[in-house]
């Protein structure tokens, strides 16, 4: 009846095959993406309330940000072709996949940078206004949380290519945090550029009092 | 250190490894533990000293204005966050969360052990911040803005940063820790372990760990946004302010802003102290009444409501902030309902103990405790929560006494009761009884004597953080002779943790040998083929459950428990 | 069976000491009457409540102690049971809410005819401001605080000038007329509890918060600061004296308006820069930190300070003069004195008003140092 049972790798096997489909590995991914949509939830109720109060000066969103916003929708693309690689065991798309989304991820990283860079020079200082500090804030902390992904990512590249098909879930996580990635920066790209303080009284005005 | 199939599993050999480097949850559980009650001490004797200068104000010189701030904040901070949450999570849901749930490990055991050391960390950062120049923060464990960070308050430069950097750090291990619980909880059940056969020591920290994963984030940004108003100048808080007849650069900002993050976090906080107490409290009073425990399904159920109003109730703690005041309807409305759950777990428990056959051991004293202590502490939420009543008492020591009943005392018994409790199964050896009864009394008495005269300081208007009350005309001189009988009080109360750091010591090596199942207990833990329990748990084959946690005094049966694992008669035919 | 014996003395010396204690809220002093009775009522239910599970438990503990032979009950669960204390819990649950939320929509409901009386705090005091005869208070802002304007009003907002200014932690106010407390703060957060009044709320730096009671009672009421507000924050006092409303208006209009403060002349020596020095003092808020009758706030006392011998934290000394008064105040954290805090603040204060201060606080301390000087 009992019977003994290999005792999983670090981030993989359950403890118990018969339990359940699902690896511990997507549990946890689901976990800490639940995590981190709370903080940026939390960042953009914050957001919204602090844009209500009087000095509030919306800043331009540079051009920049269109182009780092494709970058990130290709890279986020380029996963899911790793990923759907992973499903039809086509291994040479799967690093290939990878390759091009973690290129293109970096590449987002830098663009964001520039934006910054370009708003610094329009003198858009992190302290000169409250929704400057907001937008250096929001792309810092996503910005970080794709520097994450990108050490994730690395640790997959390389245990693919020592374990092969053996790293093929750990794909698909990247795959689908990537995507989250994305989708997070899509609402708080599109917070930036369309919630305004009006807006935001109608939603959660008067906490402040 | 993977096990493969038939060959058994191979412990890590080498002392570092074993000791320092591991990824048992186990090591790492006990690893938790002895940093968070060695840091728990530095709280311990900042209280101490605390009620030094409000016993005997101005006997003692060190003890000025500004340390005494300091100490209060480090004080609460530290009893908070790095003894109470580090020791329910990382301590008591490291360890017993695998063994209660039948699984050879954390399912990320690697993630675990970054935890710890992530964790201690944070524990460095904080310790750093008694030494930089002005010492650590004495904003108040709420480090509410503008205060924490203008001049005029301790440790507002050095402290203050050092104090939001540890604390992003710590909810970085949280967060590791967490993840690893929950998911562990979620996928690694032993064959039979449903949902409603955990233990409810499993099911209080996992309540607990889901809520410290949704409440540390708000507490992250609010650390996060201070930090920048601190350094870089940004406006997230600070509004335009006269700092001691200093203008400051800020514009804007607005304090209520970070309270209500500050407390979206802050209440939850309460609940993942509270929750594991409730769930391991359970599971004492019910082993040692050799009886099951009283309507486990309404006791899960009320984990879960808790757990679910307890993020809806935050603003109660900002009745008189200037926050709009019609938000009070709602926030006393809530808070008042949280009553309910929390006051269904109370009779349970002492319904438990009603035809039951009770074992007064020192973990049973301790839990029989923290019933008593836990509901006085509750009830007097109610005056804090129903928001009329709550203004003339709100910060006076009407609300010290109650938090530190409902959320430092009570939890802490529960500490004691558990670490008595499953001493033996770490250890292989029982802690000592006279010390532990010892303990006890004066524990339990102690804190009596200190925080329910308390309440009547707080009803008079005593208004907590005042570093001195002389020529106060409202307040009446013998207030300052109960202030000195609480000091007295507690200096013995904190004298006498000692005996139970020398039993902790002493007992490892020299206690009365335990055998696998000293209390007669029927869930998992007890039921490892090893005492202490070995890399792996279970040996070659990890057990099979077959019911719920508390058969106890089963009609018909042998013995007055019957462990989960334990096959039925007439299906053992596999076997 | 000790457990059980201690529960029930816990009952009875919490019972006891409840009836007995010397410690309870003092005598009520406003129309917030209704507040004690949710109060008395929330003690009555939670009481019982307290008392019953811990005599219930003292039973239990030696009703069903461990006895060899016997078995305790199999039973996992009473709905029945759960049910009628869920319902009973929520019937006390409401008995409580319901007076509190009763009291509390009266009492975020300020009348409209009240009288309206501004607090403003800083670390670590308060000043006080009425409207003036024409019933409106003038606007007021963070940037218009300079020495000669304490307060931060408008300069330019007529509905200001005739505003009555308190300077000091003194205010009064008339019997039986409704109060609605404006507060605002220049610094950080503060909270203005009078405890016989039982309503209080928070000063938040950036916005006006407000609350409203009747004073029923005349007499003098301490004011306390109970939002932690820096190292000061138990020095944070002030007064409420309630008297008739003859005494009241008396009391009114021998305080300034905002234009007289505004158009005082600069005092040029002696006497006069003495008194200006004593207003730019209270003004600046030097008082929040420094007494003048001898006590030991934050700083120093200036009692007695001009001509003794200060000693530094590093173990040096120096002779108080007016050159050392003036180099310490332009830059007081250059050398901190033993045993006080480095937080005093910079003040932009001009030459001639760094003068009357300096003379102000000579005008202290001489009669004390000249002793010390023939002792020496």
Known sequence: MAMPLPLGRHEGGSTHPGRSATSPGKTGLWVFMAVVTMLFALLLFAYMMRMQLYDWHPLPLPWQLWLSTTLLAASSLALLVARLGVWRGRWGEVRVGMAVGGGFAIAFVACQGWAWQQLLEWDYGVAGNPANSFFYLFTALHGLHVLGGLIALGLTARRLRREGPAAGIAVQLCARYWHFLLAVWLVLFGTLGTLTPALARSICGGLLG | MAYSHGDGHHPPQSFWTRYVWSQDHKVIAVQYTITAILIGLVGLVLSNLMRLQLGFPGRFAFIDAQHYYQFVTMHGMIMVIYLLTALFLGGFGNYLIPLMVGARDMVFPFLNMLSYWVYLVAVLVLVASFFVPGGPTGAGWTLYPPQAILPGTPGDGAGIILMLVSLLIFIVAATMGGLNYVTTVLQARTEGMTMFRLPLSVWGIFMATILALLAFPALFVSAVMMLLDKTLGTSFFMPAVISLGQTLGYKGGSPLLFQHLFWFFGHPEVYIVALPAFGIVSDLISTHARKNIFGYRMMVWAIIAIGVLSVVVWAHHMFVSGMNPYFGFFFATTTLIIAIPTALKVYNWVLTLWRGNIHLTVPMLFAIAFVSMFTIGGLTGLFLGNVSVDIPLSNTYFVVAHFHMVMGVAPILVVFGGLYHWFPKVTGRMLNDTLGKLHFWITFVGTYLIYFPMHYLGFLGMPRRYYAYDNYQFIPPSAQQLNVFITVVALIVGVAQLLFLFNLAWSAFKGRLAGPNPWGATTLEWQTPDTPPTHGNWGEAQPVVYRWAYEYSVPGATEDFVPQNLMPEGEGEGE | ?376
Not at chain 3, 302 to 315: I, Q, S
Request: aromatic share 10%; charged share 15%.
């Open chain 3, 1 to 376: 069976m000790a457990l059980a014996i201690a529960l029930v003395i816990i009952v009875v010396a919490a019972v006891l000491f409840h009836v007995l204690s010397p410690w309870w809220m003092t005598p009520l002093a406003s129309n917030w009457g209704q507040i004690d009775t949710t109060l008395s009522i929330t003690i009555v239910i939670t009481g019982l409540v307290f008392v019953v599970i811990n005599l219930f438990i003292a039973y239990a503990v030696v009703r069903y102690r461990r006895r060899v032979g016997r078995r305790a009950d199999y039973q996992p669960e009473n709905k029945k049971l759960e049910g009628w204390l869920m319902g009973l819990t929520t019937v006390g649950i409401v008995a409580m809410l319901a007076p509190g939320l009763l009291v509390y929509a009266k009492l975020i409901n300020p009348p409209e005819d009240a009288l309206v009386l501004e607090v403003v705090g800083q670390q670590w005091q308060w000043s006080f401001r009425f409207a003036g005869r024409d019933g409106q208070l003038g606007s007021s802002g963070i940037d218009f605080i300079n020495a000669d304007n304490p307060l931060g009003l408008n300069p330019t907002d007529t509905r200001g000038q005739d505003d009555v200014l308190v300077q000091g932690n003194e205010v009064h106010l008339p019997l039986g007329r409704p109060v609605k407390v404006l507060l605002r703060s220049k610094d950080v957060l503060h909270d203005f509890y009078v405890q016989p009044f039982r309503a209080r709320m928070n000063l938040v730096p950036g916005m006006v918060t407000h609350f409203w009671f009747t004073p029923t009672k005349t007499g003098r009421y301490e004011i306390l600061c109970a939002q932690l507000c820096g190292v000061g924050h138990y020095n944070m006092r002030g007064m409420v004296v309630v008297e008739d409303e003859a005494a009241f208006q008396k009391w009114l209009n021998s305080q300034p308006t905002f234009r007289e403060t505004m158009t005082k002349t600069a005092a040029t020596g002696g006497e006069a820069l003495v008194k200006q020095g004593a207003t730019l003092a209270q003004s600046q808020g030097c008082f929040a930190c420094h007494s003048v009758d001898g006590s030991t706030r934050v700083g120093p006392s200036w009692k007695g300070l001009y001509g003794k011998t200060e000693t530094f934290a590093d173990g040096t000394t120096a002779q108080v003069d007016d050159a050392y008064l003036h180099q310490f105040i332009r830059n007081p954290t250059a050398r901190v004195p033993k045993g006080y805090p480095p937080i005093m603040p910079k003040f932009d204060l001009s030459d001639q008003q760094l003068a009357a201060l300096v003379a102000y606080i000579e005008s202290l301390g001489q009669g004390k140092g000249k002793d010390a000087v023939a002792q020496q």
